[in-house]
């Protein structure tokens, strides 16, 4: 067996400087061949364990593989998915919506702004940007558009406001962001809640700033009477989300529950709301498991490759080398972080959001700690800038996303286009987080 799989080569000889470069470079040709990040990542991981260490280290991948996919709190994951999987089957998030207009029919730009208000609840509910953005993108973006909003205007909405899901807890990427830091989970939580608001406050300014100082950007307001029993009849599209989102992070909050438990609770939670309402069907079910097993399918083996190709990488010593040129670019701390922030902005464009965490926090994360900055903190800076990627082209998945659900008219390129001004928003929140990290309360 061990005949089988030596390859022949010896990598060693490289070095640890051109090995570096190598693999490097042979990850980005792999991917620029279209081939899914998880096979590259397994594939170089497989052949530099060989070329490095040869045939008897291929049990290093296994055990690395086990490690990630063994972890108690990775439960969490798919259960916050099939949450965000029922919502997306069920008319929850409909009237949801439906019941903002009672705040927001009387605003000038009031139906962006609810659209951000029900982005930031649906957020609280799920942690799913996806599902959330095609959500908004069904129920908003047409009534916007028919009401003669900007279509920009429109369009950067329901993007920005369904990532928020990154920010605001139970994030998906704040989970996996703690697996791979070995972090709290919770504290993470805690730490994330006000930059999420804040972010989505910065949007709700700009959406008033367009209305106000922009001619054609908003129609005039035009509230409606709405009758008394039709008023209570909205209401109570607002009780069971917000009962949902009580419940699960008054949990994690109040210590009554931890992240993989209160994972659990929301999931009831959601079940529930669907049986009071009769929406609840087996097939509804069968439909939103699929889905579930479909994105978790993909977080698990994207994790698997990634875990693989960092065990090996580190193993080679490749993280203590990255670590000291990294180090090494200044002898200011803020340097070294904007640095870093930089990276993981370019690596935005054009991978997807688990990968980039699974490869670069084992490197990133012990530099902040070594130069004395808080991991719960940076932990907050990483989600932000992972909003920026969900925006920013040209693989940008906001974007494609709101394309499978947007009228035929708008292409890519006004999409695009529209989302260039929400991009800036969450720069300048990245950098208000970097220059005030009271912000987190960390």
């Known amino acids: 067996m061990a005949e089988i799989l030596d390859l022949g080569i010896n990598l060693k000889a490289l070095g640890i400087g051109y090995g570096t470069l190598v693999m490097f470079l042979m990850l980005f040709g792999l991917l620029l061949t279209g081939m ?10 497989l052949i530099f364990a060989l070329g490095w260490f040869g045939p008897m280290a291929v049990p290093l991948i296994t055990s690395r593989v086990f490690s990630f996919v063994s972890s108690f709190i990775f439960v969490s994951v798919p259960m916050f998915v099939l949450m965000a999987a029922i919502l997306d089957r069920s008319g929850i998030a409909r009237d949801l919506f439906d019941a903002m207009k009672l705040i927001s029919n009387r605003i000038r730009g009031g139906v962006a702004i609810q659209t951000i208000f029900v982005a930031v609840i649906l957020a609280a509910m799920s942690g799913i940007i996806g599902g959330e953005i095609v959500l908004l993108g069904l129920l908003a973006l047409p009534q916007m558009l028919r009401l003669g909003y900007d279509r920009s205007l429109s369009i950067g909405v329901v993007c920005a406001g369904g990532a928020l899901g990154t920010m605001i807890p139970p994030s998906i990427v704040l989970i996996v962001y703690g697996l791979a830091a070995n972090v709290s989970i919770g504290a993470l939580f805690t ?3 006000l930059p999420g608001v804040m972010l989505a406050s910065f949007y709700v300014l700009y959406i008033l700033f367009r209305a106000y100082f922009t001619t054609g950007a908003v129609p005039d307001p035009d509230p409606e009477i709405i009758p008394l029993s039709q008023k209570i009849s909205l209401l109570k599209g607002l009780i069971l989300p917000l009962l949902v989102v009580t419940f699960v992070l008054g949990s994690i909050y109040g210590g009554i529950a931890s992240v993989t438990e209160a994972s659990a609770i929301g999931v009831g939670g959601v079940l529930l709301a669907t049986i ?9 079910l069968r439909g939103a498991a699929m889905q579930t097993l479909a994105t978790v399918g993909m977080i698990v083996w994207i994790g698997i490759g990634a ?11 490749g993280i203590d080398f990255v670590s000291s040129l990294i180090i090494g670019i200044s ?7 904007l640095f870093m922030m930089l990276i993981l902005f370019v690596l935005g464009m054009f991978l997807d959001w688990v990968g980039i965490a699974l490869l ?10 070594e130069l004395g900055y808080d991991p719960i903190w940076f932990g907050v800076l990483f989600c932000m800038n ?3 990627s969900f925006l920013s082209p040209p693989f940008g998945p906001a974007a494609f996303y709101l394309k499978s659900v947007a009228p035929p008219e708008i292409s890519l390129g006004d999409i695009f286009k529209a989302l260039l001004p929400f991009i800036a928003l969450q720069i300048l929140a990245l950098a208000v987080l970097i220059m005030f990290p009271g912000i987190t309360g960390r």
């Open 331 to 337: 002898d200011e701390p803020l340097y070294v972080l």
């Open 191 to 193: 730490a994330s809640f």
């Open 276 to 284: 009071v309402r009769g929406e609840f069907t087996f097939e509804l």
């Open 36 to 45: 899914p990040l998880a096979f590259v990542t397994l594939l170089v991981a």
């Open 360 to 369: 670069t926090l084992p490197i990133f994360v012990p530099i902040i700690v």
């Open 307 to 317: 875990s693989a190709i960092v065990g090996v990488f580190n193993l080679m010593g």
């Open 386 to 388: 992972m909003q920026v």
